[in-house]
């Protein structure tokens, strides 16, 4: 457990996450039902960017730093919802701004400090549910909630060599428990054959209906530099594949360095 957000809150990789993130929450929101959201790894939930960590690494100028002023009109709700809430929030703090109310959160966090700092922050909020609880289990023993409509977000670290196995099979298990479910899961791109070889095991789980959106920022020769990212999605919701291109465009457009290989892309994995 050597990870710690905070040292990369607001850099680029944030920004993909979060900007689809709070469009699949809202895609989910069409329908009045209420939804449920579990985030299997929260975090501390919201970050101080101008001191610590984050201050030190200073990766969110080149990320959130570059959108907050004048966003372009696809990342528009994300950067209001950014700049609503002050403290720089993670996705546990994003999702709350963003529920209405008989939506529910549930979070698991396993570090000691952060999953603290979580509890403290919804301790007094009856829509929201912080677990110290193993996210691979959770996503086991937690789904399907009540509600039966929802959205787990899974954002793990990737630091274990085995973690896009480790994906593959959390998916696998949280999917059987919840068909209907949206997961959308966060991964890194450093070079693509640890991507290639995820998407092919996913190929093989049985779980239908899967895209993965991805921002690269330039080509991704070096395993040492986070050279791009992606969002796998599980049931995306309508319009999710013509909506996320602009999204992901205008982040690559305001974060990119014009890098050769840069680019966006859509990639349709499992068909529905
Ligand atoms: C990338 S960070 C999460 C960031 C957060 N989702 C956000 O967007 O603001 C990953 C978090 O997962 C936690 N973590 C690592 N392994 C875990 C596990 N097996 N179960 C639950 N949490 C875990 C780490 O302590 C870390 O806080």
Request: proline share 8%; hydrophobic share 45%.
């Amino acid at each position: 457990m050597n990870y710690r957000h905070a040292f990369h809150a607001g850099a680029f990789s944030d920004c993909m996450k979060h900007a689809l993130l709070v469009w699949l929450l809202r895609a989910l929101q069409r329908k009045p039902t209420p939804i449920s959201v579990l985030d299997t790894h929260a975090g501390a939930g919201s970050y101080d960017l101008s001191a610590g960590p984050a201050e030190r690494t200073g990766e969110w100028r080149g990320g959130i730093g570059r959108l907050l002023d004048d966003p372009p009109e696809p990342l528009a709700e994300y950067v209001g919802l950014v700049r609503q809430l002050g403290l720089y929030p993670g996705s546990p703090a994003l999702i709350r701004a963003a529920l209405r109310p008989d939506d529910r959160l549930v979070c698991c966090e396993l570090h000691p400090e952060e999953h603290a700092a979580l509890s403290r922050r919804f301790a007094r909020d009856a829509a929201v549910a912080v677990h110290h609880r193993d996210a691979w289990e959770a996503l086991g023993a937690l789904l399907p909630p009540q509600s039966r409509r929802g959205l787990v977000l899974i954002d793990p670290p990737y630091e274990a060599p085995d973690a896009f196995d480790r994906l593959a099979k959390g998916l696998t298990t949280g999917w059987a428990r919840f068909r209907t479910g949206v997961f959308a899961a966060w991964y890194p791109i450093k070079h693509r054959a640890p991507v290639r070889a995820l998407f092919a095991a996913l190929q093989q789980t049985g779980i239908s209906d899967i895209v993965a959106a991805e921002l690269v920022l330039r080509e991704p020769l070096d395993p040492a530099r986070l050279n791009g990212c992606g969002m796998l999605v599980i049931n995306p919701p309508y319009r999710f594949e013509t909506d996320a291109m602009p999204i992901l465009a205008a982040l690559l457009d305001r974060l990119g360095a014009r890098e050769p290989g840069e680019g966006v892309e859509m990639i349709r994995l499992v068909d529905e």
